[in-house]
């Protein structure tokens, strides 16, 4: 099998020149990557280093700026010589400049502790005072370290719907009296500044690694200890300058920058996993190989280029033949080249449009005879239904007039059982026009009155358009001529147009408008209009065919349509139908009217 394989030796060439050059790319690639990876390491460090130094600078400041608050909200709680009404509108007013802050206590030397809080803030959480109070009893405060002069920052969160902090300072009064000072912060601010970097996880924990602010909520509201191997000692030594270490974690290795806060022993963390560096250096590997490949696969194809040159118009000639086998006859190939190839493919070009003419000749016979053999079958179906019809109409018409001649013409069944005699003949003389289509026979032809026909077809049809929310509206022009037609077939397509129009609105309401005026000197225009659905180019070139039909099996046979555009046909006139789907229909026909001569 193997020795049947044609392998020219100018692949086997540009193989071998491949190979060689892949390696030495391989080999400069890996180098370069190992080079970059250490360079990327020293710079996540630094970078580490740098954002927790700013974490940290960030949020001493906006703790020393909470401290500053709760001192003012300990002056105001404190301060005697204000009412007790004015100091309750005056910490109001305080919680809502300091919407951070949730709750304040104060520890006095002698005495209870004082406490308010924003009852809205804890209604909103589900909360109450005596979940303060527990909060409080189950992490007393270190009074007297906190009297001493420095301040205590812990992670106060009781519910995942109340994120807070709780701060600890020490307030002195005019009398020189120590008083403890707490609040309840919101942590909102906070988390915004650890969501700076989009590189790194920013949070704080104090010196043991329990975290105080995390973007993962949840271990806040778990409380959730993490061992971070940080020599707080040696941060402390160092002042504001961070340090970084590498430690494994529970979801992998990290790359960490830790700088201390400056405040209750707090450290900020910049954390990044260390596969960040290894995920950059192999994007780095990719892109060069990526680049490596394209570089090859361009020194390949250049070298095949003018190999191509000669084969590719045998190969657009060879896939030509197999469509045209397949019988898509309306290819080409185009060829460039002036030689032999390009003369043979002059020829096949010829060949095939010369089959593409023949084959569409073909298909346009076949419809034509699909069609004819329609309308055959039409002609026969017709004149079998109207044969059988007769006779029911022959019973109907003759009980009629019986019953006519014993009633009063005064009675009101009178005009009923005429209308239904009128209208019984004309269905007779409907039944004797399409045996006389189907037979080929010529229909009578008179002078006809556009404006009575379209009166009379009102009349008909305005009953059942009206059960079903359709007005009809009639809109004819004043002294229309007479045309040469029949009547009664005039009046069956203007009752089958009207009656589509009420079944293609499906029962909802609408409006059919029938319109006749002069188009030009010569030419009566008849117009039906609905405000219906509309019709899709796809059914709206096939409304003319027999048996064509969009409704349900058993209620339409498809002819309606096909019998009207025959009529008109037969009149020497011209039935269109214009519409779109949302934008309703109008059917046009256009009749000739009858010369002076003729009338």
């Not at 703790?63 to 109001?92: C, K, N, W």
């Not at 600890?168 to 912060?185: E, K, P, Q, S």
């Not at 560096?277 to 003018?306: E, G, P």
């Not at 189907?438 to 009166?455: C, L, M, P, W």
Request: hydrophobic share 45%; with cysteine; glycine share 6%.
């Amino acid at each position: 099998m193997l020795s049947r394989i044609r392998f020219p030796i100018r692949f086997k060439i540009l193989l071998t020149l491949l190979g060689v050059v892949t390696i030495a790319v391989s080999v400069i690639t890996f180098f370069m990557a190992n080079l970059f990876h250490n360079d990327k390491t020293v710079y996540i460090q630094d970078l580490a280093v740098m954002t927790a130094v700013s974490q940290a600078e960030k949020s001493r400041a906006l703790f020393d700026s909470y401290g500053e608050r709760l001192q003012v909200f300990a002056r105001l709680m404190l301060d005697r010589s204000i009412p007790t009404t004015s100091r309750g509108h005056l910490l109001r007013e305080t919680f809502e400049t300091y919407r951070d802050f949730v709750a304040i206590s104060l520890y006095p030397p002698e005495g209870e502790p004082i406490t308010v809080f924003d009852a809205a803030a804890l209604r909103q959480s589900g909360l109450e005072r005596s979940d303060l109070d527990r909060f409080a009893v189950e992490h007393p405060l270190p009074i007297e370290m906190i009297r001493s002069g420095k301040s205590e920052l812990i992670n106060a969160t009781l519910d995942d719907r109340l994120l807070v902090l709780r701060l600890a300072v020490a307030h002195i009064d005019n009398d020189g009296n120590t008083t403890v000072a707490t609040a309840l912060i919101r942590i909102e601010r906070l988390l915004a500044l650890c969501s700076q970097s989009d590189v790194f996880v920013t949070f704080l924990t104090d010196a043991w690694g329990r975290y105080l602010i995390h973007p993962d909520t949840g271990a806040m509201v778990a409380h959730t200890e993490e061992t971070i191997p940080v020599p707080f000692t040696q941060l402390e030594q160092m002042g504001n300058v961070g340090m970084v270490r590498e430690y494994h974690l529970q979801q992998g290795d990290v790359i960490a920058g830790i700088a201390p806060v400056g405040i209750s022993g707090l450290l900020a963390i910049a954390q990044i996993p260390k596969s960040a560096v290894y995920l950059t250096t192999r994007a780095l590997l990719s892109n060069m190989l990526y680049l490596s490949l394209a570089l090859l696969i361009f020194s390949a194809l250049l070298s095949l280029a003018w190999s191509r040159l000669i084969t590719r118009p045998l190969e657009q000639l060879s896939r030509a033949t197999r469509e045209l086998g397949q019988g898509h006859f309306d290819v080409n190939v185009q060829v460039n080249t002036r030689d032999e190839i390009r003369e043979l493919a002059d020829s096949f070009n010829s060949m095939a449009f010369e089959l593409d003419g023949r084959d569409k000749s073909l298909k346009t016979t076949q419809a034509a005879l699909v069609q004819s053999e329609k309308m055959s079958a039409f002609g026969q179906l017709g004149a079998g239904i109207a044969h059988e019809v007769k006779n029911p109409l022959a019973g109907i018409l003759g009980l009629t007039q019986l019953a006519l001649r014993r009633l009063d013409r005064d009675s009101p069944i009178y005009h009923n059982l005429e209308l239904v005699a009128k209208e019984t003949k004309r269905c007779q003389l409907i039944m004797e026009n399409l045996l006389r289509f189907a037979r080929k026979e010529e229909v009578a032809f008179d002078a006809v009155d556009i404006t009575r026909i379209i009166s009379d077809t009102a009349a008909i049809v305005e009953h059942q358009l009206g059960i079903n929310q359709i007005t009809l509206n009639t809109e004819v022009a004043q002294n229309l001529p007479t045309i040469e037609g029949n009547a009664n077939q005039l009046q069956q397509v203007l009752m089958n147009l009207a009656i589509n129009a009420q079944q293609a609105m499906k029962g909802g309401p609408g409006t059919v408008t029938i319109r006749a005026d002069l188009k030009g000197k010569n030419q009566l225009r008849i117009q039906i209009e609905d405000d219906g659905p509309g019709m899709p180019e796809a059914i709206r070139s096939k409304v003319f065919e027999p048996f064509f039909s969009t409704k349900p099996s058993g209620e339409g046979t498809g002819l309606g349509l096909s019998v009207s555009y025959g009529i008109i046909r037969e009149h020497r006139g011209e039935i269109s139908v214009r519409s779109a789907p949302g934008e309703g229909s109008i059917f046009t026909i256009v009749l000739p009217a009858m010369t002076a001569g003729k009338s």
